[in-house]
């Protein structure tokens, strides 16, 4: 650029790392119109949907609070200072605060600059907001930018906007070679397969199921076929629903019979790795419901990068695909999927040619076209106007992919958390008072503090909670009786003179994991001090389940103080006694320690497994690790979910098993044996087995709904035969948190060893 009138844009919408389409694109223009047009200084002005923001590379000068209207104010503010010649602004309804978006106008009409708007979005219906939001941007725009004749057509004929004021521009595409996809293959694992590829952010409108569902039937002609899923679900409906889709999508694949022919790559990439993607993929396909979709950045992705394109007719598709440059199928439709796919497949020279064709109509479309355009359209508005290296690919095999973990919410431990400890129950999410504290959640939640303190994710808040947890314990230890009461009124009245067993043996596996684990130069020495008044008590006790909790208290004790030998002495005491009671009731069909299921069963093999590797005792490590195969398999519903033996009668030895009331504490119990035995043997089956149990907590189970609730970050109190209980108690949000952290740990040391993974 010489000489140019335009020296400084800045480019306004969501920005990476936020992950959207919209912040794909913006950081893709900046990158085209400042790498083309280097005198230009250019920067962003992102759109945060979160109070914390996001950890933004330096082109971002200044950041919008999606909700609140006065932070648009102050952007335009800032831009008016800052002597901007003209704004790039994308516009999309769902990423501005207001009504339709509608706080994007109180920048607009601030502003004291041109104004060039993107419309992502031209609805052809739109409600009475709707309307009135991008009639105005368009008003207060000095130009407005799409890029389909229908959304040009639309903006006339329905929102009246000038045709003389409208520039039809292209979605961007990266400039890549073409290229023969089988070169690219054998890093993904697929090499001398034939590969179809959908990517972009999951959602229900994205019609995925109808591809799965289509094929069995492509097996059928290509035993070899392969379908890519490449994407994490979307933020938001993460935000309101969980991984319940992508979760639904896996289990369709299982019901099928097609897993080893699926590979679902959950996350959201960035373009270098796209490419990478794109290049091995033979077809691409689309399979959107939902026809009112005016741009669709990964259709134009697939095509310029010169792709056989498979899809349903929503309106870019229509358009780009005209006159045989891809293939229409009608929506919802798995047999028409099935049949045009397979005919790509087994076309080569139709496939080869439909390729071409694409990639030389793309060339028009490279980001470098994208910004000259886009350059043009900035300086028509100063003619009118009145008064970096690529990161190297993270690849996984089809036996290498594991699925994300869902965000730390710590707000309903927060909220169920006063002065006093942690209150037992909820009456949805509301604390209910009347119901009190008891030491086992108490104890619950000082363990889950270490843990996330271990994890890097306490803080300060973290700190305040369990000196809160603590004390609560503290207060709970009766020191003359050596044991911990359990029940506390919301008066502050202690309702028992001794508490449960398994209180008592909680209570000691909490404080063993403050002393071998938290890194607070206070926490590990007062819990060893109530932790060696406390020991000896645990001899007194009948419960398996208090031996059990017990023994996973010592076995955290010995990471830090391992020549302590009373607790050696009581390890080695607790263990004889499972396998003795083991030895007394097991049977070829029941090889269990007790002739019922019951509660927190699964950490009896967990503390066999535990102590018998820690100590040596073979004999203790074989009995936990073959406990916990046939508990597993006693678990596991014939379409292979996690299935908790339920409360409501629990599972007898020679009776029927109780499926519901299943409680969350079962599957936690389940994921941290299963982690267990996996860190001893290192067999990924049990990896696989906790992964299962964990995603009970995200809605693969018997009702096939969330019991973790992403809103509020409590867990619902239980799987009933024809609905979730709605409380979010403490027991139920502890075990989901605890099963979150434990499973963050596990993945952080295989990352720590393991890089390349």
């Not at 290509?222 to 289990?251: K, M, N, W």
Request: hydrophobic fraction near 40%.
């Amino acid at each position: 650029m010489r000489q140019s009138e335009i020296r400084k844009v800045a480019f306004v919408g969501d920005y990476l790392p936020r992950k959207c389409g919209i912040a794909t694109f913006t950081r893709d223009m900046y990158a085209s119109v400042a790498g083309r047009f280097p005198d230009a200084e250019c920067f962003v002005v992102p759109v945060n949907d979160r109070p914390e923001g996001y950890d933004y590379p330096p082109e971002v000068r200044f950041e919008i609070d999606e909700p609140d209207l006065e932070s648009y104010r102050r952007a335009a503010d800032f831009l008016n200072f800052a002597n901007t010649d003209v704004v790039c602004l994308q516009h999309e309804y769902g990423i501005y605060g207001g009504p339709a978006g509608s706080h994007v106008l109180g920048l607009l009409r601030d502003l004291r600059m041109p104004v060039v708007t993107t419309f992502h979005t031209v609805l052809r219906e739109p409600d009475a907001d709707q309307r009135r939001v991008l009639t105005e941007l368009a008003i207060l725009s000095a130009r407005v930018v799409v890029m389909t004749n229908r959304a040009r057509t639309f903006l006339r004929e329905i929102y009246g906007v000038p045709e003389a004021k409208i520039d039809l521009i292209a979605h961007g595409i990266p400039d890549t070679p073409f290229v023969d996809p089988n070169a690219y293959k054998d890093q993904f694992g697929v090499e001398g397969r034939l590969v179809a590829l959908t990517f972009g952010l999951l959602s229900p409108n994205k019609g995925i199921e109808h591809m799965l569902r289509a094929v069995p039937e492509i097996l059928k002609a290509f035993p070899t076929f392969v379908y890519i899923v490449l994407g994490a679900t979307h933020p938001d409906l993460i935000r309101d629903q969980g991984e319940r889709y992508r979760l639904s999508l896996e289990r369709l694949a299982r019901d099928l019979g097609i897993r080893k022919h699926v590979i679902f790559y959950n996350r959201f990439v960035e373009l270098n790795e796209l490419t990478e993607f794109i290049r091995a993929a033979d077809v691409y396909v689309t399979p959107y419901l939902n026809p009112a979709q005016i741009t669709s950045g990964t259709l134009a992705y697939s095509f310029g990068c010169g792709k056989a394109i498979v899809s349903t007719p929503y309106w870019h598709a229509e358009e780009l695909l005209a006159d045989g440059r891809g293939v229409l199928v009608p929506f919802a439709d798995p047999r028409a999927i099935a049949r045009e796919v397979g005919g790509l497949l087994g076309d080569e020279p139709r496939r080869a040619a439909m390729c071409e064709r694409a990639y030389r109509l793309g060339r028009e479309m490279i980001w470098e076209q994208s910004a000259k355009r886009y350059m043009d359209s900035f300086q028509r508005t100063r003619l009118g106007r009145q008064d970096q290296p690529c990161k190297p690919l993270a690849v996984r095999t089809l036996a290498e992919q594991q699925a994300e973990l869902p965000d730390w919410r710590l707000d309903h431990l927060v909220r169920l958390t006063d002065a006093t400890g942690m209150l037992q129950h909820a009456t949805h999410t509301i604390p209910n008072f009347g119901e009190g504290y008891c030491t086992d959640d108490n104890a619950r939640a000082l363990l889950l503090t270490v843990l996330l303190e271990e994890l890097g994710q306490g803080g300060p808040q973290g700190h305040r909670l369990a000196t809160t947890y603590a004390a609560f314990l503290q207060a709970a230890f009766d020191r003359g009786r050596r044991r911990f009461r359990n029940f506390l009124g919301f008066d502050r009245r202690w309702l028992e003179e001794v508490g449960s067993e398994d209180s008592h043996g909680r209570a000691l596996w909490a404080l063993g994991t403050c002393v071998g684990r938290s890194r607070r130069p206070d926490l590990p020495a007062w819990a060893a001090a109530h932790f060696e008044l406390a020991l000896p008590a645990v001899l007194e006790t009948t419960s398996p389940r208090t031996w059990a909790f017990g023994l996973l208290g010592i076995r955290e004790y010995l990471r830090r103080l391992g020549g302590d030998r009373l607790a050696a002495q009581v390890r080695d005491t607790l263990t004889a006694r499972l396998l003795d009671i083991y030895d007394r009731t097991t049977t070829p069909e029941w090889p269990w320690f007790e002739e019922i299921l019951s509660y927190d069963i699964a950490r009896l093999p967990q503390a066999l497994i535990a102590s018998g590797h820690e100590s040596g005792n073979a004999r203790a490590l074989e009995v936990g690790l073959q406990t916990l195969g046939w508990l597993v398999k006693i678990q596991t519903a014939p379409q292979e979910h996690f299935r908790a033996v339920g409360s409501n009668g629990f599972y007898r030895k020679g009776l029927e098993r109780a499926r519901f009331d299943q409680q969350p504490v079962e599957a936690n119990a389940t994921v941290s044996a299963c982690l267990e035995a996996y860190r001893v043997t290192q067999d990924p089956v049990w990896m696989n087995e906790a992964r299962s149990a964990f995603e009970w907590f995200l809605g693969r189970n018997d009702l096939g709904q969330e019991l973790y609730d992403p809103a509020t970050g409590g867990c619902c109190d239980g799987l009933q035969e024809d609905r979730i209980n709605q409380n979010q108690g403490a027991e139920s949000t502890l075990a989901f948190l605890l099963s979150l952290a434990e499973m963050n740990l596990l993945e952080s040391s295989l990352a720590a060893f393991h890089p390349a993974r």
